[in-house]
């Protein structure tokens, strides 16, 4: 039969599928341990990553292993600021990493392109990979190489970190570590290269270092070679990313610092502690609340700054005579003269003058109390204005248990805004206001913000029967519940039509966390075979023709897919964007007397035809 797919890149070719159902479809980059490819499942046609090991580093045994023990740790992680590991395949007695499909660009292009970031935009990326941290570190898992390129960002905003659970792997291949070694090094904690120990205090080091590119455009200790920048993170002082970037606020100078201590125990104790910084600096750039605060207090010792001048030299402190010529001798003073010999009369003018001055010390302690009353009068006078000319104050209404749309509109109906922050929350329904940060019926003045809590509803929620149904109703059923698509299998079934559910696992009406994945098997048809289809005639390839005619259903142009099914597998013909009432005709080669055709409208994983042709048709 003609080879299906074409394009051969680094031994993956365009077109092939691996493990039975990921179709490669194009060439995403390539880095220090791995070749990425986008590619297809077919069973649901959802975009994933597959993640294939350099041919150098894959002949090394120990790190295959090490990799596969590894990746076991995380291959059940479930967070939203992590990129999931769907599953490890042995694909030419090598494994490859199948992965989410995350669309964006890696961070460190990203700091490429317009760095420095504004302080909200670098804090809120900080806050959600150390939400990434805490989670890896709460199940016992060190990143170990976190650094901006494992980092990924999409177009939305959503930070994605990649890569978890290779540090230790890399470590036990010289080849591994030589490849990664210029990458890791602008990121690494000193404990790292000095002992080869990596803690969960590394991963902090290196958030900080990444939050200190973001703010800055530029690595802590840029350097021309990776080995000056492991000697610079060593023995280097800490950097200031507010002397950098003086936008940088004194609050957000100090995480980044202590996150970069050259000793781990002076660094933050936790990824949670480390957040709860983060979430603080975010909240008060929010509502506006000063940042002069610091987590980071300078080392005794530590010399400041600016020069201390002392207010006057010591007693025996050395004489500094100046050059020149020697100076005039100062004037002589004449002896003063004797008092006159007063009369009466001018004794008493005298005794005059000494009164007139203690009157002079009256009048100032009189121009004093003049003084003080006249400010205590315009403190007076700026009271009464304050309180008879200030903007008339409303009650603020209640508005615990509403939606957060007529929430809304009662607070416009008292010149409120209201900041919304979604939690989850057991006792109110999604969507309703279940917290706010200012009590009902208190005055408040036109033009406040005042922070209110909106359930995302309860944490746990049930898992629906959808039995029966078509994948994409499935999904949609599932995703209404709260719930997301896990992976999605095939089997023959006598009593399900194709492409229908056959069973799910969580089972129906079990109660599980929000947005777990819930897998599907999907309904492969019945698994009789007429006797005369199969045999030597399996072995025997025909030229067939498939013509098929887009719908003219008022969807306009889009993505058409089509696939045939003969007695070697599975191929895709077609895969293209087409008008409505196009008609496309094909060409095939395929092994045997029947060949099943199935067309596919944009990503639906749902064939909108599928029909079965014998050769005797043709």
Not at 90 to 105: H, N, Q, S, W, Y
Not at 179 to 189: D, K, L, P, T
């Amino acid at each position: 039969m003609a080879q299906k797919g074409s394009g051969k890149l680094e031994g993956m070719n365009i077109g092939r599928v691996i493990a039975g159902r990921y179709e490669v479809q194009e060439r995403l980059g390539s880095g220090s341990l791995f070749v990425v490819f986008k590619a297809r499942e077919r069973t649901t046609g959802r975009s994933v990553a597959v993640k294939t090991i350099h041919p150098e580093i894959a002949a090394d045994a120990s790190f295959c292993n090490a990799l596969l023990t590894s990746l076991h740790r995380v291959e059940e992680f479930a967070h939203p600021s992590i990129a999931r590991l769907l599953e490890v395949v042995i694909e030419d007695g090598k494994p490859a990493l199948v992965t989410e499909f995350v669309r964006g660009m890696n961070l460190k292009e990203r700091i490429k392109r317009i760095a420095p970031f504004t302080v909200s935009v670098a804090v809120d990326f900080a806050i959600a990979i150390a939400e990434a941290l805490q989670y890896m570190h709460a199940s016992g898992v060190i990143h170990g190489d976190l650094r901006p390129q494992n980092v990924m960002v999409g177009p939305d905003g959503v930070v994605k970190v990649i890569d978890l659970g290779i540090a230790a792997a890399i470590q036990t291949s010289a080849e591994a570590s030589s490849r990664s070694a210029g990458r890791m090094a602008y990121y690494q904690a000193p404990e790292v290269a000095l002992q080869g120990v990596i803690m969960a205090g590394s991963d902090l080091y290196a958030l900080g270092a990444i939050l200190y590119e973001m703010l800055t455009g530029a690595p802590p200790y840029p350097t021309e070679s990776a080995n000056q920048a492991v000697m610079k993170h060593q023995t280097d002082p800490v950097p200031s990313p507010r002397a950098a970037n003086p936008g940088v606020p004194r609050a957000l100078d100090g995480i980044v610092r202590k996150a970069l201590q050259k000793r781990p125990e002076q660094r933050y104790a936790s990824a949670a502690d480390l957040l709860a910084d983060l979430k603080t600096v975010r909240d008060a750039l929010r509502f506006g609340r000063p940042l002069t605060w610091t987590p980071f207090e300078e080392p005794a010792g530590t010399p400041s700054p600016e020069p201390v001048v002392p207010a006057s030299s010591p007693p025996d402190a050395p004489t500094v005579r100046a050059e020149g010529p020697p100076k005039a001798d100062p004037p002589v003073r004449k002896p003063r003269p004797e008092p006159p010999q007063t009369t009466p009369v001018e004794r008493n003018v005298y005794v005059a003058r000494d009164d007139d001055r203690i009157a002079g010390w009256l009048r100032g302690l009189l121009y004093l109390a003049m003084a003080g009353l006249f400010l205590i009068g315009v403190f007076g006078l700026a009271l009464w204005f304050a309180a008879f000319t200030r903007p008339d104050t409303k009650a603020f209404p209640d508005i615990i248990g509403k939606p957060i749309e007529e929430a809304q509109r009662m607070a416009d109906a008292v010149k409120v805004r209201l900041l919304e922050r979604e939690e989850y929350n057991d006792q109110y329904d999604p969507g309703t206001v279940y917290r706010v940060d200012y009590e009902s019926g208190r005055p408040i003045r036109p033009g406040r913000t005042v922070l209110v809590w909106v359930s995302r509803g309860s944490r746990l929620v049930w898992v629906p029967d959808v039995s029966d149904l078509s994948a994409g109703e499935a999904e949609a059923k599932l995703k209404a519940a709260g719930l997301t698509l896990g992976r999605v299998n095939r089997e023959t079934s006598d009593t399900v039509p194709f492409g229908c559910v056959v069973a799910q696992n969580p089972r129906s009406g079990k109660r599980v966390d929000r947005d777990t994945p819930v897998t599907l098997i999907l309904s492969d048809g019945s698994a009789v075979v007429d006797d005369s289809e199969s045999g030597a005639e399996d072995q025997i390839e025909h030229e067939w023709t498939i013509e098929h005619t887009v719908k003219r259903d008022g969807g306009g142009r889009r993505q058409v897919r089509i696939e045939y099914e003969d007695a070697e597998g599975t191929a895709t013909a077609f895969d293209d964007v087409r008008d409505e009432g196009d008609v496309i005709d094909l060409q095939v080669r395929g092994l045997g007397r029947r060949l099943i055709v199935r067309v596919y409208y944009n990503d639906d994983p749902t064939p909108i035809s599928e029909n079965v042709v014998r050769w005797e048709e043709q």
